[in-house]
C-alpha cells in the first residue's frame, strides 16, 4: 500500500520556465513532508519541508505547498534551471514511529 | 568531514552467497537507516538503528540483518543472496529528532549497487 504517491514519472520544462512536481499521500497523521533530489550516481539530498501545520514553504527557487484536506502537496522550482534536471522524491515523516515513508519519484528534465 | 560513505560500491554475487555492507558517517548522528531503492518503488526501509546497540525492523527486512556495534558504523548483511535483492542499498543518518516544529532530515551515502545473479 503506497501511502505516498508521485504520479507522474518523468516531466520535462523548458528551461527559465515553473516546473511543477505533485505528490498525494494517504495518511492524515503524517507530521512533516520532505522533497529530495537525487542527482545519478549519487544518494539523495535533503532540498525543502514542510511542516503539516503550515500550507506554504518557500526557499529561494523553491516553494513547497500543502493543502491537508486534498492530501496534496507539490513542489514548485522556478525559473527552473538546467542544473535543477534530477529525479525528486516526495517524502512524509511520522514523529510517532520516526519513519520517513518515499513516494517513487519523478525525473525531471530541464530542456535549454 | 566526508559525511556518509558507503562501502563498496558495486558488488555481484551469486545466489546463497553471502556480504556485508558498511555504512560510516562523521557526523556524530544518533539515527542511522539503510535503504532499498528498486525502479518504480521509491526507497524502502530496511532496518534503521536508534543509537548505539540497537537495531529495528523497517519496511523490508527479510533476509537482511544489521548491526551497530560503532555510533559511527552500520552494517547491512546479506547471508544467503537471492535474486530479489538485486538493488540499490542507500545508507542514512540523522540527529535524533529535536521537538515537536524540527525536521528529521536524513543525510543520504551515494549508494552501493547489487546485483545477484
Known amino acids: 500500500d503506497q501511502q505516498v504517491k508521485q504520479n507522474s514519472p518523468s516531466l520535462s520544462v523548458q528551461e527559465g520556465r515553473i516546473s511543477i512536481l505533485n505528490c498525494d499521500y494517504t495518511?492524515?497523521?503524517?507530521?512533516?513532508f520532505l522533497w529530495y533530489k537525487k542527482y545519478p550516481a549519487e544518494g539523495p539530498t535533503f532540498l525543502i519541508s514542510i511542516s503539516s501545520i503550515k500550507d506554504k514553504n518557500e526557499d529561494g527557487r523553491f516553494t513547497v505547498f500543502l493543502n491537508k484536506s486534498a492530501k496534496h502537496l507539490s513542489l514548485h522550482i522556478v525559473p527552473s534551471q538546467p542544473g535543477d534536471s534530477a529525479v525528486y522524491f516526495c517524502a512524509a515523516y511520522n514523529f510517532g514511529n520516526e519513519k520517513l515513508t518515499f513516494g517513487t519519484g519523478t525525473r525531471l528534465t530541464i530542456i535549454p | 568531514n566526508a559525511g556518509v560513505t558507503q562501502t563498496p560500491k558495486f558488488r555481484v554475487l551469486k545466489t546463497g552467497q553471502s556480504m556485508t555492507l558498511l555504512c560510516a558517517q562523521d557526523m556524530n548522528h544518533e539515527y542511522m537507516y539503510w535503504y532499498r531503492q528498486d525502479p518504480g518503488m521509491g526507497l524502502r526501509l530496511i532496518h534503521y538503528?536508534?543509537?548505539?546497540?540497537?537495531?529495528a525492523k523497517g519496511e523490508v527486512p527479510d533476509g537482511y540483518n544489521v548491526s551497530r556495534l560503532k555510533k559511527q558504523n552500520f552494517l547491512l548483511g546479506l547471508e544467503s543472496a537471492a535474486p530479489s535483492q538485486t538493488s540499490v542499498y542507500f545508507c542514512?543518518?540523522?540527529?535524533?529528532?529535536?521537538?515537536?516544529?524540527?525536521?528529521?532530515?536524513?543525510?543520504f551515502g551515494p549508494g552501493t549497487r547489487l546485483t545477484v545473479l
Open positions: 495518511n492524515s497523521m503524517f507530521d512533516y
Open positions: 542514512a543518518s540523522s540527529n535524533t529528532r529535536a521537538g515537536a516544529g524540527a525536521v528529521n532530515e536524513q543525510f
Open positions: 538503528s536508534v543509537g548505539e546497540g540497537t537495531t
